[in-house]
């Protein structure tokens, strides 16, 4: 069974790793996010429950729509910046003279 969202007012269904949505536009954010992995029906809600989070939309269950859950973040400040000076963060940190 496809899984439907429902983002800005547009309703979208992502199937066999393609999402399909009446706004072209949509299609497109939706379908740079889309995973070719997701062919069981357990992989496209995931997906979907995904994609939907990331823009802010609802996710259609047996029980009508839910909002869906925003997704952890894939990059943090720490992963880039030293713990004890998040201020010094940045790609040209390592640039910079050590004390």
């Not at 997906?47 to 047996?62: E, I, S």
């Not at 030293?82 to 940045?90: D, F, K, Q, T, V």
Request: aromatic share 10%; net charge negative.
């Amino acid at each position: 069974m496809p899984a439907r969202i429902r983002i800005y007012g547009q309703e979208a269904v992502f199937s066999e790793g393609r999402w399909i949505c009446e706004d072209e536009s949509l299609q497109a954010m939706l379908q740079a996010l889309a995973d070719p992995r997701a062919l069981s029906e357990e992989a496209e809600q995931e997906h979907a429950r995904y994609a939907a989070g990331r823009y802010g939309g609802l996710v259609a269950t047996a029980l009508g729509w839910e909002a869906a859950p925003h997704p952890e973040a894939e990059i943090k400040l720490e992963d880039f910046a030293p713990a004890r000076n998040p201020e010094r963060a940045g790609w040209l940190s390592f640039m910079r003279k050590r004390k």
